[in-house]
């Protein structure tokens, strides 16, 4: 099990960038694939990336060539980097960690264990 913490949410302007940070603690860091969801209020928790421990990493549709995620096993940490943002981004970003396999269970939050707590960003238009 690891715990996790995110951080590096706002408010920001369309357009703008924001880093999420992601501090884990626990066992074993480097083994999880690592991934960020969000959610909105009355929708269902949607897969934003992924990167696996081997470093390979995986994108929604709709921030590809926006996002980049990256990660430091050294610090065990996992980030977030959202670029050319957009009011549709609004959500609050959850960390995860898990062993989901490779392909479409990498969309599936079932497949995470572990969870932060959730950091908000909101982008104004």
């Known amino acids: 099990q690891v715990q996790l913490v995110e951080s590096g949410g706002g408010l920001v302007q369309a357009g703008d960038s924001l880093r999420l940070s992601c501090a884990a603690t626990?066992?074993?860091?480097?083994?999880?694939?690592m991934a960020w969801f969000r959610q909105t209020p009355g929708k269902d928790r949607e897969f934003v990336a992924a990167?696996?421990?081997?470093?390979?990493?995986y994108f929604a549709d709709s921030v590809k060539g926006r996002f980049t995620i990256s990660r430091d096993n050294t610090k065990a940490t996992v980030y977030l980097q959202l670029n050319s943002l957009k009011p549709e981004d609004t959500a609050v970003y959850y960390c995860?960690?898990?062993?989901?396999?490779?392909?479409?269970?990498?969309?599936?939050?079932?497949?995470?264990?572990?969870w932060g707590q959730g950091t908000q960003v909101t982008v104004s238009s």
């Open positions: 995860s960690a898990g062993f989901p396999g490779v392909g479409a269970s990498m969309w599936n939050k079932a497949n995470y264990d572990n």
């Open positions: 990167i696996t421990r081997q470093g390979t990493t």
């Open positions: 626990g066992r074993a860091f480097s083994a999880y694939t």
